[in-house]
């Protein structure tokens, strides 16, 4: 098991940036799969990016591909979300999820696939 803390959330202009951090601890991170999930009022959790256990990998949702950038640091079990060109439509609750699973799998992109979550952190977005 590995406990995952978010930081950075905020307010922020449209159009602006925003990075946010997810610190694991209790076990090493490389040892998982790290993903950034955001849940806004009234709507499913969903997911918006992951990343490999070596980092050499990444995935996006298509609602945020070209703007954000996932990234992670093993040696400080690290895993960043760099959000850019922030819209109204990205305010939400963000959460970092950690999975033990293998990068191959398309399940990454599912709620499921994760087995430890953070508590989140609040992003808005002011128009």
């Known amino acids: 098991q590995v406990q995952l803390v978010e930081s950075g959330g905020g307010l922020v202009q449209a159009g602006g940036s925003l990075r946010l951090s997810c610190a694991a601890s209790g076990r090493p991170g490389s040892d998982y799969t790290m993903g950034w999930f955001r849940q806004a009022p009234g709507k499913e959790r969903e997911f918006v990016a992951a990343?490999?256990?070596?980092?050499?990998?990444?995935d996006y949702a298509d609602s945020v591909k070209g703007r954000f950038t996932i990234s992670r640091d093993n040696a400080k079990n690290t895993a960043d979300l760099l959000m850019a060109s922030l819209k109204a439509e990205d305010a939400a609750g963000y959460y970092c999820?950690?999975?033990?699973?293998?990068?191959?799998?398309?399940?990454?992109?599912?709620?499921?696939?994760?087995?430890?979550w953070g508590q989140g952190t609040q992003v808005t977005v002011s128009s």
């Open positions: 999820a950690a999975s033990p699973r293998a990068w191959f799998s398309t399940s990454r992109r599912m709620s499921g696939f994760y087995t430890d």
């Open positions: 990343v490999s256990k070596r980092g050499d990998s990444t």
